[in-house]
């Protein structure tokens, strides 16, 4: 089994190199990904992948909001939202944290919340609030917090939630980030079914009544649609049951990951959230060392990692 270090590795790892692999496949149809044994950094020759100008193996947006927030909370010692309001807009604006200092893929909501900001709007009033305003731009970057994160289970899911309101106010958003949050903290204690007792947990803390609970009963986690597979898009209660099915369809990271470039559409978003659970599950040795090796960045971050580690 993979200690506890091997599984943190393999969550920031995990998310990084799914998100770079689904960077090409992003946009087409699922009729239009490869076979899985065709799926690569590398497309196959003659597939019209998106991106073109970006080598195999980079992470997009996902994966440097990822490290945003991870730096953020190992400078400050605590979720700042204003702090990482401000590194994101350095991402936008400098390149902060992206894999040769190059922005190639943002979202319109976060783009309209990064204006917000930088135009000196309080960050948890940044993001759009609108239930249309429910991208997964937000849960893509939340994983570090789980990772770094020693408080008890509601303050876990409260800064989640906090997190979110940067670039994702509706509650809907919010909700999905704390969900996706604590379902990462029960597989790395060792959880038999670590997603029931992440749902199970929200519940306890938001009990009925609450916004927040009728949000995850009503919208991310109905019991009949528990079953339902998700589709692949960039709405954020799809894009976390998508990366859960492809969890649990997968018998190794590899499997899982691919599964998420299959389904098409938000690629790199849908691997990026499946991938980092991945990763805890199965450790960094779990991860394919020709994607670990392959993956651009590392002088990013290689340092943010051996800090977290030493915490």
Known sequence: MPTREERISGGVYGLLVGDALGVPYEFHSPAEIPAPEAIDFEPPAGFDRAHGGVPPGTWSDDGAHALCLLDSLLYNGRLDVEDLGRRLVNWYEWGYLA????????????????????????????????????????????????????????????????????????MRSQVCCAVYCLWARRILEGASDPWADALATFRDLYVEGFEARTELDTHIARPDAEDTPGTGSGYVV????????????????????????RLGRDTDTTAAVAGGIAGLMYGVQGIPARWRSALRGQELLKPLLDKLLSR
Request: include cysteine.
């Open 238 to 261: 799809d894009c976390l049951r998508s990366a859960r099915h492809c969890v649990e369809a997968g018998r190794d990271f590899e499997g899982v990951v691919k599964a998420a470039v």
């Open 99 to 170: 894999v040769d200092g190059k922005v190639f893929d943002v979202g319109i909501q976060t783009r309209t919340a990064l204006a917000n900001v930088r135009a000196g709007a309080p960050a948890l009033m940044a993001g759009p609030r609108g239930e249309r305003d429910n991208g997964n731009g937000s849960l893509m970057r939340v994983l570090p917090l789980a990772l770094w994160h020693h408080g008890d289970d509601a303050k876990l899911a409260s800064d989640a939630m906090a997190q979110s309101r940067v670039t994702h106010g509706h």
